[in-house]
Each structure stands twice: as C-alpha cells, then as structure tokens.
C-alpha cells in the first residue's frame, strides 16, 4: 500500500508540512522514493526524565524532535535510518504500559504509546517498514546495538562501587557500552566503540575489563580520562530543559507524578501520561492514489 504513495501529491504535500514544521533546524526530507508512512506522539524516555516527542515514520527513516507548538513547530531533529533498527517490546507496570524499545548500533531508548492498540499499530508498521527496506536493499538487518541508558533518578549511587552518592560535585556519568549509571572513579576509561563513535568513549571499569580482554593490543583503543570530564555524553533531548520559560506539558498530554518500578527493577518517580487526544496516523492502507 506504501508503494502507491510514492509519487502521489497527497505524500508529496506531507513531507513539506513535515519539513516546513522544523524549519531551518531540520534537514531536507523530499527525496525520491520516500514516502510518510505515519506520524504521532510518543513518550520517549530522556535520561533526566520521560519527555513527549513528536515522531514521523517514513519509509527509510525514524524522525523525531522537540514539541515547541503542537502540530505547528517542532525543533532538535534526529534521524534514524531504519535499516539500522531494531524494536524489542517491553512488559507492562502497574504505571508504565505500552512501551518498546527503539535500538540502533548508536543510540537505543524507550518510547511509551499511550493504549496498547496504539503500541501494535506503530511497532508493526516500523516493523513492516524494516522488513520491506532490508529485503529492497539484501542488507541484513545489524545485530550489535547500543545500550539503553539507565535514567539519572533510577541510581542515587554508582551502580559499579555501590558507595559513591551522586551530588553537584559528585557527578554521574554514563557507561557507552552497558549503560549503567557510575561515578567519576568507576568509569575512568575510554574505549572505541566504533558504532557509537570514531573517538573512545567513556566506559565503566567492569566493561573496560570485558572489552580490553577481547584486545591483543588494547592500549591504542583505551585511554585513562579526567574523572570530571562529561564526556559528551549529555542527551541532547535534555538541551531543552536548559531553556528559560519552556515547558514540558503540552496540550497533548497531562503530565502526572506518580511512583513506578522500571525495566531495571527498582523505585523512582515518574511522569504518567495520560491520553488526551494523542491517536497516530497512518497513510496508505485505505488511501487513493490521486
């Protein structure tokens, strides 16, 4: 059905309004071939806190960014080239339904859809589109993926010396390899990770060891790094939480405190997100060529 679209003017004239949405802050979208498969917004969790995002599935790309007005402008683009994905399904909580996971060789993380319903309709059409881009191309789908980043609330300590507490001085950093949430000390290493980066990464000591030991001559990958040193690794979904007067409740969601146990098992506070006009759309099972 997606096929049909692909030179129709109805595609056409959504990509623009895509493209027009972002702005100079976005990047081009119209390319020949490509066709607006659905669109919509999910929570997506951010590693301070879970944010509402607004995201367009193509039939090549993932694309998402920043809700500044609903449906009018949107900025902080990022796109993920599907061939690159891979989607894992994640249990319900009491709090915490209707997530997956989204992962890519370079970054992985979680989104939330606000019914179930909604949950089966984006992952099989992500799904669908994946399957359809390998087969057209013959590449084989990537079978190394980064790590999901535990968020800064769900580890009060370093979760590689279980003594470090985090504070303004001491600071959290996360390890590029696992994911795991360690102090300065417990992740003084930097290690390539070609699929992340063509520079070493911050690793925590116990995934140093791990990545070291599968090295003959591991010296020239890994290097010892300033325990204050950030190591770029701040998300750039959270930059916005930076800017005066912005706020994180739109009117497509009601953004509500309320306690939860996430994927990795223990107690923190979340923000619940309630339906208030939030259903998908998508193009092209029931739609006319024109």
């Not at 590689?160 to 000390?185: A, D, E, W």
């Not at 140093?208 to 950030?230: C, F, G, H, I, W």
């Not at 939860?260 to 099972?285: I, N, S, V």
């Amino acid at each position: 059905m997606v096929d049909k679209l692909v030179n129709s003017e109805a595609n056409a004239r959504r990509i623009t309004m895509v493209e027009s949405c972002f702005g100079s802050s976005g990047q081009p979208l119209a390319v020949p071939g490509r066709v607006l498969v659905g669109e919509g917004v999910l929570t997506k969790m951010c590693r301070k806190k879970p944010k509402t995002r607004q995201f367009y599935l193509f039939n090549d790309i993932l694309v998402y960014g920043n809700i500044v007005i609903n449906k009018k402008k949107y900025n902080k683009q990022h796109i993920i080239p599907l061939e690159e994905v891979k989607l894992e399904s994640l249990g319900d909580d009491e709090h915490y339904r209707n997530g997956w996971l989204i992962r890519t060789a370079s970054k992985s993380f979680a989104v939330y859809a606000a019914t179930a319903v909604e949950k089966g309709e984006w992952m099989a059409h992500i799904n669908k589109c994946i399957d359809d881009l390998l087969r057209k191309s013959g590449k084989k789908a990537v079978s190394e993926h980064a790590a999901v980043w535990v968020p800064d609330v769900e580890a009060p300590v370093c979760m590689h010396c279980k003594k470090t507490q985090f504070t303004l001085i001491n600071r959290r950093h996360h390890c590029r390899k696992c994911g795991s949430v360690v102090c300065g000390p417990c992740s003084n290493k930097r290690f390539l990770l070609p699929n992340q980066s063509s520079k070493p990464l911050r690793v925590c000591l116990q995934c140093y060891e791990v990545l070291t030991a599968a090295k003959t001559n591991p010296t020239s990958d890994a290097l010892r790094v300033n325990s204050q040193d950030s190591s770029g690794e701040e998300d750039s979904d959270d930059d916005d939480e930076a800017q005066k007067g912005q706020s994180e409740t739109h009117d497509l969601f009601v953004l509500t405190e309320v306690p939860l146990r996430y994927q990795w098992g223990t107690r923190y506070r979340h923000y619940d997100c309630e339906k208030a006009e939030t259903k998908p759309t998508f193009y092209g099972d029931n739609e006319k060529q024109e």
